[in-house]
């Protein structure tokens, strides 16, 4: 859907009017009949009224001033967007004009946001798409203090989720790891960020050990992605790297999944990847003065018969040795190579996402991002700061140092599991022990994927970690 700032809105637009209840919806009313409904409705509580004048439709929005603080109260307002961008699409529009009454920026950005990201479909593989597909193609804001630049940064926002998206909409049969580094590739293209992907023989030249274990069982190559936005206006000289795991299918290798609501729904296993590069799209085409590299090591993870094994002892790219015990615990495998490559840089803070681990899922379910982490204290603030104002909010765990003893091998540096209980949490210390720079490290196995419409965050892949990325590196 294609979004503009205008200076007036047309008298027979179709027109959302966001305001509160003291507000001035009644000049956009032609009749006593209007008004009176209007009225009763504002005397029941109603947050959202709808009136059609023949001409045109208007959709009267208020904002919630009952909301015990305004990230709720914002949360609310995109929800109401995908209410009203379902209503249009119900009614065949194919325009909508917004009118900001009060000058209220942050909730009519909510507001457009909400309707915006609803409006996503997936429709590449239906033979009769054109049936489907959504009417609304073009919303006209109004504002006094919603500024071009605020458009833009939220068109470009709302463009990235839909191609992370895509990305983790896209099955097998079409998106294998050469394939999401190919995607990548046009993603900066078009945004501006460059990319350089490793293939096999470069990886295993430099002596990487995670990322080609998991990848014995496949007949598909791996890719190492380096994807890198450096403008000469960087405020920072260390970068900030994002590392995404790119798991593209996971069967859980010879320690098989069970299929039913596990193996079916492990296409959205790079979820972490496919945010990672739709972040460094938002990036560059905000051109924000920040240097930011990407780290997407990718695979698929097959039972196939030279697959790794329970037991087996990998070295990994630091020569740290590891001893497997689970083959499904492929995704940690693949990252430690990744964040041990990103020691190079000298970050100065390295972000980690993945779908790594049913134990953060078990433990928040869809409703909020499980971190951990070293940073300091500052940056994990500022950083659940942009988790409130996006609604992809932080739940922060304990990193303690005693969780990295259920990590210990009998026969080598560490194990890749650390047993049955804070299993979230000892992956995420597997992670650390990789690093030595500034680390956060984010679960997001709950809010990845939608098996069922979940609002404006739709059905299937949700786009989780771009708007907060994106939102945390405008914000620094």
Not at 196 to 201: G, L, M, N, Y
Not at 256 to 268: G, R
Request: hydrophobic share 40%.
């Amino acid at each position: 859907m294609k979004i503009t700032l205008i200076k007036k809105i047309s008298p027979n637009k179709n027109i959302v009017l966001l305001g509160r209840k003291n507000s001035r919806f009644e000049e956009f009313l032609n009749t006593d009949e209007e008004k009176t409904y209007l009225k009763n409705s504002l005397g029941k509580n109603k947050q959202q009224i709808v009136i059609n004048q023949y001409s045109r439709w208007i959709f009267i929005q208020l904002i919630d001033e009952e909301k015990k603080n305004q990230s709720d109260s914002l949360e609310e307002i995109r929800k109401a967007g995908e209410k009203i961008q379902v209503s249009a699409n119900d009614k065949k529009l194919k325009d909508l004009g917004f009118i900001d009454l009060d000058d209220e920026p942050e909730y009519s950005i909510a507001f457009l946001e909400g309707l915006l990201l609803s409006n996503y479909q997936f429709l590449k593989y239906h033979n009769k798409a054109d049936d489907k597909k959504n009417s609304l193609m073009n919303c006209q804001v109004f504002s006094k203090s919603i500024t071009n630049k605020d458009i833009q940064h939220l068109d470009y926002s709302v463009q990235a989720v839909y191609h992370a998206r895509d990305l983790v909409n896209e099955p097998l049969s079409f998106l294998t790891a050469v394939q999401l580094a190919e995607e990548i590739k046009k993603l900066g293209e078009e945004s501006g960020f460059s990319v350089e992907v490793f293939d096999k023989k470069k990886i295993r030249s430099l002596k990487m050990g995670g990322l080609p274990a998991v990848n014995k069982g496949s007949i598909d190559p791996p890719t190492f992605s380096i994807l890198t936005w450096k403008p000469s206006n960087a405020r920072n000289k260390k970068p900030y790297v994002l590392v995404g795991k790119g798991v593209v299918y996971d069967t859980g290798g010879l320690s098989l999944k069970p299929t039913l609501d596990s193996m079916d729904y492990m296409k959205s296993d790079m979820a972490g990847a496919a945010a990672v590069a739709g972040t460094m799209y938002a990036v560059a085409r905000a051109a924000l003065p920040v240097y930011v590299i990407g780290l997407i090591p990718a695979t698929d993870n097959r039972p196939d018969g030279n697959a790794y094994v329970p037991g087996d002892v990998i070295t990994m790219h630091d020569g740290s040795t590891v001893e497997v015990l689970n083959t499904d615990a492929e995704g940690r495998m693949i990252l430690a190579d990744a964040l041990s490559w990103a020691k190079q840089y000298e970050p100065e803070l390295v972000l980690n996402l993945a779908t790594l681990t049913g134990a953060a899922h078990a433990a928040v379910g869809k409703y909020g991002i499980v971190t951990m982490g070293n940073a300091p204290g500052d940056i994990f603030n500022k950083l659940k700061k942009s988790g409130e104002r996006v609604f992809e909010r932080i739940a922060e765990f304990p990193f303690w140092d005693d969780y990295s003893e259920l990590l210990k091998s009998d026969i080598a540096d560490l194990k890749n599991v650390g047993g049955r209980y804070a299993g979230a949490i000892t992956a995420g210390k597997f992670l650390e022990h990789f690093t030595d720079y500034p680390f956060i490290h984010l679960d997001i196995a709950g809010p990845s994927y939608n098996k069922t419409k979940d609002s404006y965050r739709g059905i299937g892949s949700s786009g989780v970690g771009v708007r907060l990325f994106f939102d945390f590196l405008k914000n620094l």
